[in-house]
């Protein structure tokens, strides 16, 4: 069977569609068609059904792509390495949420750098990523949702616990900062102080405290306000009173603005660890079993076999059993 007509296949697979595909493999959109349906012919069967909007695969496109896809992957990695017996420096195309990247992700591989490993990093989640993902466009994904695409795998790479914070002085304002965690000068905390920076202010929901909280101007990172949205789900059994005051697409500005009195957020705790300990931020709630958010290392079926894109995952494995 034709290897072109296998790399054609796998990349209109990967890509839902004969028009992007063509864009990626440098080829018009006629020649994919063309090579689809010579290959197609070959094996006797249909590999994709036609959609308004691109195509997708049928079972047995399905079967024939998980099998196919790691081979030429590999294949590719054969072609790209020089033959003389050196291996070719590598460079890994990461893709994942800026905040968790930047803090957590790009410090534990950054010691790579000292072994010829490159790294070029986008700032993306979501659906947005596994596209590029499966395109092949990056690599390695940092994602907070297991794909459901057969030739993208999904590995659990750390637990992020979300809390609920924000400025002392609007937890005083709705009355979940006990009078005695705010001393007069000189003066010393009364029983049920706040003992140490990062102490929960309440540690169950109470009816007074949903109430007060609806008072609160809501900060969040996108305007359905996923995290806060989730947090009050889960916690409260339903949603946000009110809209968010503020949006804006990045938790540490986020957090910058919940420090500045703008309001209350759902952040995760390591990013607010600082703040937590200067007194600027304190948690509202803080429940026995906390909301959690997973995050997943997402690779296409085989890759990895690819020694660059095996040791990004073993050493960020190794790292968030630290976080």
């Not at 054969?78 to 949420?97: K, V």
């Not at 109430?211 to 009050?232: F, T």
Request: proline share 8%.
């Amino acid at each position: 069977m034709d290897l072109a007509l296998l790399r054609t296949f796998v990349a209109v697979h990967r890509a839902g569609s004969f028009t992007r595909a063509a864009q990626l493999l440098g080829l018009s959109q006629p020649a994919v068609t063309g090579q689809i349906r010579s290959l197609e012919r070959q094996l006797g069967r249909p590999l994709f059904r036609r959609l308004p909007r691109g195509v997708a695969a049928t079972t047995v496109g399905d079967e024939l792509a998980h099998k196919v896809a790691p081979h030429l992957d590999a294949l590719r990695e054969i072609a790209e390495t020089e033959l003389n017996g050196a291996a070719q420096d590598r460079t890994l195309h990461l893709a994942g949420p800026a905040e968790f990247t930047a803090l957590r992700v790009l410090p534990a591989l950054a010691p790579l750098a000292e072994e010829s490993f490159a790294l070029r990093v986008a700032f993306g989640a979501g659906d947005e990523a596994l596209t590029g993902l499966a395109e092949g466009r990056h690599e390695l994904v940092i994602g907070t949702t297991r794909p459901r695409a057969r030739l993208l795998h999904a590995t659990p790479l750390w637990d992020e616990e979300q809390i609920l914070v924000a400025s002392s002085c609007w937890a005083e304002r709705i009355g979940a900062l006990p009078a005695a965690s705010a001393p007069e000068h000189g003066s010393r905390p009364g029983p049920g102080a706040v003992s140490r920076p990062g102490t929960p202010l309440v540690s169950e929901p109470t009816a007074e405290l949903v109430e007060a909280l609806d008072s609160v101007p809501l900060v969040g990172y996108e305007e359905d306000l996923p995290l806060l949205v989730g947090y009050w789900t889960e916690v409260f059994g339903g949603k946000p009173a009110a809209d968010a005051t503020v949006v804006v697409p990045d938790l540490r500005a986020v957090l910058e603005c919940v420090r500045a009195g703008a309001g209350m957020a759902v952040l995760p705790r390591y990013l607010c660890a600082a703040a937590f300990a200067a007194g600027e931020v304190v948690p509202v709630l803080e429940p026995r079993i906390p909301p959690l958010r997973t995050y997943y290392l997402v690779v296409r079926a085989g890759t990895l076999a690819l020694p660059h894109v095996a040791r990004a995952q073993e050493r960020l494995l190794n790292a968030a059993a630290e976080w």
